[in-house]
Every structure is written in C-alpha cells, then in structure tokens.
C-alpha cells in the first residue's frame, strides 16, 4: 500500500501551536483543506472574528489567517465533522501539568488527550493517520494506539505518528516559514513508514528534504523534552552566574558574550533575566524528572529538577532585592510591574516570573500597579486568582491595579521594575516618568532591557539584573 496523499487535515485544538501552525499548513498548502476545532466556542468565535482579532497574539499570524480563512483555512466547533472528512488529525490540545493525584507537580495531565483519542475512535469511519502535536510524555503514542485500536470499526486502521513543535513564542511564525527541522515519530513498520511519508510530503510543500527528520516514534517524543530541558538548563546556568556577577561586581553581559564567543558554546539563551517562563520549559523539564523517576533514575531526576529550583531562586532573588534596595520595606509602597507576558511579543501569561515578582510584592503588602500591552486584563487577575487560590479577587485589588500605559502605571510609584522585555519599554520618555514618581525613584531591570547610565544622569537608582555595584 502506497503513502497516502493528504487533502484534508482537521486539527483538535485551538491554542498556541494548532492555530499558528495548521494556519501556515494552510497558506503554504493550497491544495490541502485544514479545519481546526475546538470545543471552546468563544475561541473559534475570535478565530472567526470579522475584525481579525485572533484569540492568540504572534507577530505575522494575522497576516497569514487573512489569506487563508475561508479559503482553505476553516475554525469549527463541530468535532466530529472535522474528524469524519479528515485524512491526518493532529491531536494538538493542552497537556498541563498534573495539580493532584499521583505525580502531581511533575507529570503531564492527559486527559485532554485520551479524550481526544477517544472521541476520534468513537467518529472515525475510515482509517486515519493520526499524529500527537501536544508535548506529551515518553511512550504516549502507545497508549493513543491503544485506545485507537480497542474502540476503533472494522477497516478502520490508525497509524500514530509523533511530530512535536519547537516553536518559540513570539517568533512562530518565523519559526514555522523556516524551521530548523521538522521532526516526525513512527513505528519502525511499513505502515508506520508509510504514514510518516504522508506526512512529510506535507511539509515538503515548503520545508527543505534535508530540515524534515523521520525517527523512531519514542525517539521523536523524548527529543521535545530534551531540546526544551537543554534551553532551560542554559538559562539557568546564565541565571546562576548572574548572582556571582551581582556579588562581586561582575557585569553579566561581558560574561555571557565572552562565553558565547566560544563556537561550542554559542551566544543563544545566554542572556540573564528574572526567570523563564512559558508553557513549555517548567513543564516539560517536570515531566523529565517525573519519567526519571518513574525509570529508578534518581540522580537523573535531581539533575533536571535543579533547573527549576534556580529558575524559582532567581524570582526570590529578584523580589528580595527589590525589598532590600527599598530600605529594607515595600510595605505600603507603590511599584510599577511592566510587562506580565512571560516574554515579549507574546500574550501568554503561562508561568510567567512577573506573577510570581507581584505575588511576592503582594506578601510584602505594597501597592502594585501592572502594565502589559498585549495581555487582556481578565487574563492578569485570573492569573492572579491562581497564584493566590482561597483569596477572592476584591482582595487582590486592593493591592493590585492595571493600567492602560506604562507612564500611567508609573505616576507617584517609588519603584518600577521591569519584568517583560517589550520594546516600547525602552523608549518610554523615561525623563517625564521620573517627573511622575516618588523620590528617590528607582528602576529594577529584571531584563537587561534599559541604558542604566541614561536613567542615572536623569536622577534614577537603577539596579539591573546580574550587574554588581562594585568598581
């Protein structure tokens, strides 16, 4: 039996990766019909939005939806549709860390997948390929395969194959136009063979032969989890020599430029900051160490575990330092938080440092005001409702506002600390700020984003991450 020429493409999942990607599948794809669903009506309805205000903000998306939507390109409620005509399905739903139970704190939650899976049993009438785009655990094709072949009809056959994202927020859609590679997991069979030439062919419309990688299917799976693991890791290592450089007068970007000269090394996610963040990193280093675990890998798991632990330890830095440069009280003090996205050019909030920065403000009794360009407000105070479960909102804004500018955000604070490198931060008319604030007014860089002398001959005291004072 031949590879099967691919037309039509349903994708079970709105978010972050199904809309973007499945969005370029169908601009660089005229000839294949891609529907992405979703059982949350009011995120179809903004993908749908005649305005073109999309549930997701990434730099370029607009641009391709508008091109595509209604054309090839189509967002549905209707599930069971998109699964009944669909030659490929990617599963591409959340996989959030698990919250209770066994392995909670570090295993994937997939329930949203199992129901996927089984949903795409239950309607399924004619055989599918079927490939998992969510970040999921090691071996979890297995398990998709299983239930696959217990619910499916007689003929019906499912060929399970692994293609993970390695998208970077805020780039995606760079990302997806030119990626580094593409990756695609099957089974050693003919028939997984077959499949994964499917769906090569696929991405062949645009992506070089040489970019497109067919591996094994758990090889494919584990490679997300180690290229996410790897990032991290380089970002906590350049985190932790930032507090050697603020204690011994150091300046961290010399650092990180001098070690990136080196060709093995290399210059990327070497920058400081007050911590990663996003839906992929922490998860999926929590899933590392959970599958060490679960292996009898105990050094294995501590290893990676650490990452974490010093992302979490930059965040208490931070905030303590905040507190000690503030003559040792922020009680009652205003501080201005700009940016709440975990990084710029994006509206993800998931993990970001800033909610934990306020939630440690917030213990510490001060005054804190938010400004974000891109994040909706209901977004911040459901983030901050999470970060504070038992504590009703009313509570929250009574130390907590948001503001519609960073100039107003920051009118009569005492400190302004910025926790998400967005561009316009670096061209606020910081001399009029100063003007606004209380004196002395201080600036805490948490993004090596502003020019600390600028600020200073303006009258600021200005700390920046991974640069000690001493001469």
């Given amino acids: 039996m031949a590879p099967v020429k691919v037309t039509k493409i349903c994708c079970i999942g709105a978010g972050y990766v199904g809309g973007p990607t499945c969005a370029v599948i169908a601009l660089k794809c005229p000839d294949i019909t891609v529907t992405i669903v ?17 549930p997701i903000y990434e730099p370029g998306l607009e641009d391709v939806v508008r091109q595509c939507r209604g054309r090839n390109l189509f967002f549905s409620t209707d599930v069971d549709k998109g699964i009944l005509e669909a030659d490929l399905i990617f599963v591409s739903v959340n996989t959030p860390t698990k919250k209770s139970g066994v392995g909670a704190g570090f295993a994937a939650d997939l329930n949203y997948v199992e129901l996927a899976t089984r949903r795409i049993a239950a309607v399924a009438t004619s055989s599918k390929i079927v490939v998992e785009k969510s970040t999921v655990p090691c071996r979890t094709a297995e398990s998709m395969r299983t239930i696959l072949e217990a619910n499916s ?16 927020e805020g780039t995606a859609i760079t990302d997806l136009f030119s990626p580094d590679r593409v990756l695609i997991g099957s089974l050693q069979t003919k028939e997984g063979k077959d499949a994964c030439q499917s769906l090569t062919a696929v991405y062949g419309h645009w992506v070089p032969t040489e970019r497109i990688l067919n591996v094994g299917l758990w090889s494919s799976e584990l490679s997300k989890l180690a290229a996410n693991a790897m990032l991290a890791q380089r970002i906590s290592s350049i985190n932790a020599l ?20 080196d060709s ?18 922490q998860k999926d280093i929590l899933n590392l160490v959970y599958l060490s675990e679960s292996l009898h890998l105990p050094e294995v798991a501590a290893y990676w575990r650490q990452v974490v632990e010093m992302n979490e330890y930059q965040k208490r830095r931070f905030s303590k330092r905040v507190v000690d440069t503030l003559f040792n009280t922020i009680t009652g003090k205003k501080i201005a ?3 709440f996205a975990f990084k710029a050019d994006t509206g993800d909030t998931r993990e970001s440092a800033a909610i934990t920065l306020i939630k440690n403000f917030q213990a510490e009794r001060a005054l804190v005001t938010i400004y974000d ?23 929250i804004k009574r130390q907590v506002s948001i503001a519609n500018s960073a100039l107003e955000a ?32 201080f600036v805490f860089d948490g993004r090596l984003l502003v020019d600390a002398e600028k600020l200073r001959e303006i009258g600021f005291k200005v700390t920046v991450i991974g640069r000690g004072e001493r001469l």
């Fill in 153 to 168: 009809k007689p003929g019906c056959r499912f060929d399970i194959l692994s293609n993970p994202e390695f998208l970077a």
């Fill in 373 to 395: 360009p891109q994040v909706l407000h209901t977004q911040i105070w459901s983030d901050l409702m999470e970060a504070s479960p038992g504590v009703p909102l009313e509570t």
């Fill in 264 to 281: 093995r090394v290399g210059s990327k996610f070497l920058r400081a900051s007050v911590g990663f963040g996003g839906s992929c990193f």
């Fill in 242 to 261: 930032s507090a050697i450089c603020e204690a011994t007068g150091a300046n961290i970007d010399e650092v990180a430029n001098a070690v990136g000269k």
């Fill in 337 to 339: 938080v700009l940016g």
């Fill in 38 to 54: 979703d059982l949350n009506k009011a995120r179809v309805d903004a993908w749908n939005s005649e305005d073109f205000d999309l």
């Fill in 410 to 441: 920051c009118r009569d604070a005492e400190a302004i600390v910025i926790a998400t490198e967005w561009k316009e931060f670096r061209t606020i008319d910081w001399a009029d700020v100063y003007t606004r604030m209380t004196k002395p007014a």
